[in-house]
Each structure stands twice: as C-alpha cells, then as structure tokens.
C-alpha cells in the first residue's frame, strides 16, 4: 500500500527492463443479464434481470414500431437491438458478455389488441319499430344463450367495450346465439354490425325452420379495421324457406376474430 523504491544488490554487470508489479488475470465475465428494458421510455412491464421473452399488447391499428433501448449490468458486456420490421412482430436484444461468447437474446413480442378502438354506430331506429335480440341500445327480448353448445371450436365471449356490451368471436369456426322464438314478419329488415381487422370469410344465418346464410364478404362487400352496419331483408331469408314467425337462433360462420352488436329486426315506422 506504500512502495516507493527498489533496491538492486549484487556484483559485475546487470542490465534491468520491464519493472513493474502484475497479477493474474481475471477470468472474462460471463454476465449477460439486463439492468434495465425500456419501451418508449419506459421500463417494461413485469422486467426481470434474466427474462428472455416478453409480450407486449399494442393498441389496435398501432403501426410503428416502439423503440426499444437495454441497459447490461455488466458494463463491458455488449447490448445489440434488432427492431421488429411491422406490427405484429418481435423486436430482439442481443446480450454478449465480456467474454465474447456468452450470448443471451432477449424477444419482445409486439400484438395489436384486436379489440375495437371505438364502439358501432348507435341505432338511431324507435323502439315500438324494432325487435331487439342483443343491443344495448333496445331493450332485447328474453331467453338468450350468447353460447349455446354446437361443437363449435369458437372462443365466443361478451366483453364490455369503452361502456358498451358486445360479441367477440375468437378463433371463429361457427357460433350460435339462441333466443326465445319469435314472431319477426312484421318486421323488414334484419342489422347488425360487424368488426374484424383479420376476418378474410362471413356468413350470417337466421335459423327459422331451417337455416340459410347471408354471404357478408361476397353479397356485401367485405371491410376490415371498422364497425360495418348491415340491413339484410328478411326476404333473403323468407324468399328461401324461413318461417319469419318462428325465429329463434343465428348463426356465425367464418374465421379470424369477428366482433358482432346490435343485433335486432326492424322495418320503416
């Protein structure tokens, strides 16, 4: 904790070079955890040191990119970002200990929340011209199963909204809703409203002694990222054998997640 000198004792001729005091080295550091994961500036949610994945739900209609920035906790290791290209997609965060062989890659994984920004435009239709089945603009008829079981491979929930109930079909194969029977050929139209950001296939049925389905994609004309209203006559359905007095159950064929509202028969007061 003191030197200062050296002393050199001896006879004849010596020659010195090279006077200094030295040690083994350190073994390379293997250390390839995080101090900190940031996401816009903000540390990400449920961080740990050693994680390697995270999943990271974006707002619908979301399209950049967030910026990711990683601290190591060893500040001779190596931290290497690789931004996700689009949205869905996964940034990466290469770790390379002081070593330079000890890697970890770190993923955060970027979804959209398919779950609708704003709600379907509310009905603007009377109450006395309307048979509602699920809508909370109406007040709906009774014996309602939102989920019936047919063997359908369908995620079928009701989620609430920005305030306001509607149908998520996740998964969507086919889903049924059922409702007490009842007396619709006073009423002209069938609507609803539909949402979808991946749906590429649709179809609605009403089931009254029989079944047959309305094609949304081909016989509307399909759209995706916004709340679509539909009014389909009930002569589609009548013109084809339905028994508009004894109406009691829809159907839902088609894939992706569909977000159905405001469900109801009405016709011109």
Do not use: C
Not at 60 to 67: E, F, H
């Amino acid at each position: 904790t003191a030197a200062f000198q050296f002393k050199t004792d001896g006879n004849g001729t010596i020659y010195l070079d090279n006077l200094y005091f030295w040690k083994e080295p350190a073994p390379a550091g293997t250390d390839i955890s995080l101090s900190d994961l940031t996401v816009d500036g903000s540390t990400i949610a449920n961080f740990a040191a050693n994680t390697s994945s995270y999943d990271v739900e974006l707002a619908a209609g979301t399209t950049t990119v967030p910026a990711v920035a990683a601290a190591a906790t060893d500040t001779n290791a190596t931290v290497q970002v690789t931004d996700a290209t689009s949205i869905p997609g996964a940034t990466t965060i290469l770790v390379t200990a002081q070593d330079g062989t000890t890697t970890n890659t770190v993923t955060i994984n970027f979804t959209l929340n398919p779950d609708p920004a704003v709600n379907a435009p509310t009905p603007t239709n009377n109450q006395a011209d309307v048979i509602s089945v699920y809508s909370d603009a109406f007040n709906s008829i009774g014996g309602i199963i939102l989920d019936p079981a047919w063997n359908q491979a369908t995620d079928a929930t009701e989620i609430e909204n920005n305030g306001n109930k509607l149908l998520k079909y996740k998964n969507l194969n086919y889903q049924g809703l059922q409702y007490e029977v009842t007396d619709v050929s006073t009423m002209e139209y069938l609507h609803l409203d539909y949402f979808t950001y991946d749906a590429t296939a649709f179809q609605f049925s009403l089931i009254a002694g029989g079944e047959n389905a309305y094609n949304v994609a081909t016989d509307a004309g399909f759209a995706t990222g916004e709340w679509v209203s539909l009014d389909i006559p009930l002569s589609f359905f009548s013109d084809a054998g339905r028994d508009l007095t004894a109406a009691f159950q829809f159907k839902t064929d088609g894939n992706g997640t569909i977000y159905l509202d405001n469900l109801y028969f009405w016709k011109e007061p």
